[in-house]
Nanobody
Framework: QVQMQESGPGLVEPSQTLSLTCTVS??????????WSWIRQPPGKGLEWMGS???????YTNPSLARRTSISRDTSKNHLTLQLSSVTPEDTAVYYC????????????WGQGTQVTVSS
């Protein structure tokens, strides 16, 4: 059973960089055919895919966020990280990490999500 847990600051000031970590247990982030993803949901809005990193370490980013988004991983700790720079209040959202199964193209595991508020 894969478990995913997001962690990071709940409050970030405008113009700063948001950094979140997703710790994965019960499965390796280097296993083939899976894409480890960051998804967010602003209040009152739908889910927005931010980006993913695959088993080989290749990254894929939402073009609308690419200029500000960096996704990386630490295979020794089995975790992935998200950095979003130059945040504004519009980046306030619940941030989730999730696993995309590349054989079915479904997200089969999700973290519980972490609320991030951008405010001074």
């Amino acid at each position: 059973q894969v478990q995913m847990q997001e962690s990071g600051p709940g409050l970030v000031e405008p113009s700063q960089t948001l950094s979140l970590t997703c710790t994965v247990s019960g499965g390796s982030i280097t296993t083939d055919y899976y894409y480890w993803s960051w998804i967010r949901q602003p209040p009152g809005k739908g889910l927005e895919w931010m980006g993913s990193i695959d088993s080989s370490g290749s990254t894929y980013t939402n073009p609308s966020l690419a200029r500000r988004t960096s996704i990386s991983r630490d295979t020794s700790k089995n975790h992935l990280t998200l950095q979003l720079s130059s945040v504004t209040p519009e980046d306030t959202a619940v941030y989730y990490c999730a696993r995309l199964d590349g054989s079915t193209w479904y997200y089969d595991y999700w973290g519980q999500g972490t609320q991030v508020t951008v405010s001074s």
